[in-house]
Structures are given as C-alpha cells and as structure tokens.
C-alpha cells in the first residue's frame, strides 16, 4: 500500500510538472503558458500550424503571446503592446524559401507601405540562413523598439519601428494571412 500511494504521489507530481512546464501543445510540439520579454509577463494566446503547399507539408507550429489575451486580430495589431511569435519548424527550409516568405507575407500585410519598409526587410533577408527541423526562430515586439529575432535563443538583432513591428505581426494577422486556419489558431481557436 505504502509503494502504491509513492506511485500514485509520483505520478501526480510529475503530471503537474508537466502542467506547469507546457501549457499548450500542437502537433506534438509544447510551448510554456507564459515568456518572460526583457522583464513584462507574456501569456501563450494560440497555437498553430502553417502548411504548404498543395500537398499540405507541415512547414512549423507559430505560438503567439501576448500582454494581453485577445481574439480580434484587428485589436491585436492596432494596440501598442509587447508581443513574441514563436516559429518552431517542422520541415527543413532554404534561405530562398525563408526570404521568398518574408517577401511575400509583407506584400500581402502591408502592400501601401513596402516603399518604407523595403530596406528594414532586406535587414531580415539578410540574417535569414536556413533552417532545420527541431529550430526555432522566435521574433519579439518590444514597445518603442521595433522587432528583435532570436534564432534557437540567439539574439540575431532588432529591426526598429513600430510599423514594422505592425506589419510583422500582420503577416499572420492581418487580412491575407498565409492561412486562415493558422489565423484562427493564433487567435485562441484549435491547433489545426
């Protein structure tokens, strides 16, 4: 009885461990519930997945977080807060396949404005190096700053301006996201 009850305690423990270390999974992949960004609190908002192609390919799982839980996308671009995006690939991708996405999700977010972003892009571009399976590139919205980007937790560099940081976020917010399931999925919905 005694062993049983030490079974039972362990596994207890270990499950809220588990809870607290992982909040939210997609497609076997686990984000925490909450990042710590140079000292603000931000909580998981959603999880989701982005495919390609006809065939459909798991490119990566996106976490959003941000300071304030919200699901109206146009809420989410229009206030001023911290944010984190989190890229966590499934697939292998070149460094043409990154900087050809890059392009193509600015022209679908913010199609008025690539005049004064063109050389922030080509910033981006510019640190773009491909990436495998198991990596991570995690980009956080820091008021007043602009974009920082981390690759597997390296600081790479920060692309300032609150435009950019808009029209970053709303290439998987904005109206023409690069798919509405993975849209809906950031914003609180299922893990599709």
Not at 91 to 112: N, Q
Request: charged content about 20%; glycine content about 14%; some cysteine.
């Amino acid at each position: 009885m005694r062993i049983r009850m030490l079974w039972v305690g362990l596994a207890a423990g270990l499950a809220l461990a588990g809870g607290v270390v992982h909040a939210g999974q997609c497609d076997g992949v686990s984000f925490p519930d909450r990042v710590t960004v140079h000292g603000q609190v931000l909580a998981l908002n959603g999880l989701g997945i982005r495919k390609a192609t006809i065939f459909r390919i798991k490119v990566y799982v996106a976490a959003l977080y941000l300071a304030h839980r919200s699901s109206d996308a146009a809420a989410v671009l229009s206030h001023d807060q911290s944010s984190e995006i989190a890229l966590r690939f499934l697939w292998h991708v070149t460094t043409g396949e990154l900087r050809d996405a890059w392009r193509d999700g600015f022209a679908r977010s913010a199609p008025g404005r690539l005049p004064e972003l063109r050389s922030r892009i080509a910033t981006l571009d510019g640190w773009m190096h491909g990436v495998d399976s198991g990596q991570t590139m995690t980009f956080i919205h820091v008021r007043g700053q602009g974009i920082e980007y981390l690759l597997d937790g390296v600081k790479q560099g920060t692309i300032p301006g609150e435009d950019f940081a808009r029209a970053f976020l709303g290439i998987w917010l904005g109206p023409r996201p690069p798919g509405k399931a993975l849209k809906a999925a950031l914003l609180g919905g299922s893990c599709q």
